[in-house]
């Protein structure tokens, strides 16, 4: 089983949608997750932290739930500029500290 | 502007040959670190280097050389031996141990074996 799973996609939405898709990890001892934003062909750029208590950043609410192991990601009101692949990171102190990857969720947003 | 600036942004390698992807950043971080991405794939750590003269495995080491001589910089020598090398290389850079703040990421380095 991967460390970090994600749903490949492609998520096919139309603009204005709302759309959300989750991260499940392996490791119940996994202390910090990120979400990162990757462009075709360019390198990922952090979107943003996951908090316990989920956290919001405009149109991006980011969860957490610890007891089944997953953190999801919701787009409000997308945009034809969040096309991009959304990368799922989680981090432990057993890995010390080092970033494990999931491969990925290709969001396509369509006119 | 602080960065992390990787180059060359494309290389070709023929069969044999080792290159060389350099690695420089300006943000003052001591952690560095190398990565490799495959279609469909995550990142994959290479190597990392947490203070100069000093650098762990990662996942993926073997076939791969690094050298930390210089706070700012962090090459890494792609060698013979790496059987697979077609990948997009991405180097990183962050404050040790503070997850927190995410890491800082190069532009990459696409290379081809040809």
């Known amino acids: 089983r991967k460390e970090v799973e994600q749903d490949p996609g492609p998520f096919n939405v139309p603009e204005g949608a709302t759309v959300a898709f989750n991260c499940t990890y392996s490791?119940?001892?996994?202390?910090?997750f990120f979400w990162y934003r990757q462009d075709c062909r360019k390198e990922p750029k952090l979107l943003m932290s996951v908090y316990s208590s989920g956290n919001e950043d405009g149109r991006f609410t980011a969860q957490l739930n610890r007891a089944s192991q997953y953190i999801s990601l919701l787009i409000r009101d997308s945009k034809l500029s969040d096309s991009a692949t959304y990368l799922c990171v989680v981090t432990s102190m057993d890995s010390n500290y080092q970033l494990i990857w999931g491969a990925g969720t290709k969001l396509i947003i369509k006119p | 502007d602080g960065g992390i600036t990787q180059s060359p942004k494309y290389l070709f390698r023929k069969e044999g040959q080792n290159v060389t992807l350099s690695c420089e950043q300006n943000l003052n971080h001591d952690a560095m670190y190398w990565y490799r991405q495959d279609p469909g794939q995550g990142l994959r750590l290479i190597y990392y280097?947490?203070?100069?003269?000093?650098?762990q495995k990662g996942d993926i080491a073997e076939g791969y050389s690094v050298s930390r001589e210089k706070k700012e910089s962090f090459p890494l020598t792609v060698t013979s031996a790496q059987k697979n090398p077609t990948a997009f290389y991405l180097c990183?850079?962050?404050?040790?141990?503070?997850?927190?703040?995410?890491?800082?990421f190069g532009s990459g380095t696409r290379l081809t074996v040809v």
């Open positions: 280097s947490q203070i100069v003269n000093d650098f």
């Open positions: 490791n119940s001892a996994s202390q910090s």
């Open positions: 990183a850079s962050s404050i040790p141990l503070r997850p927190l703040y995410g890491y800082t």
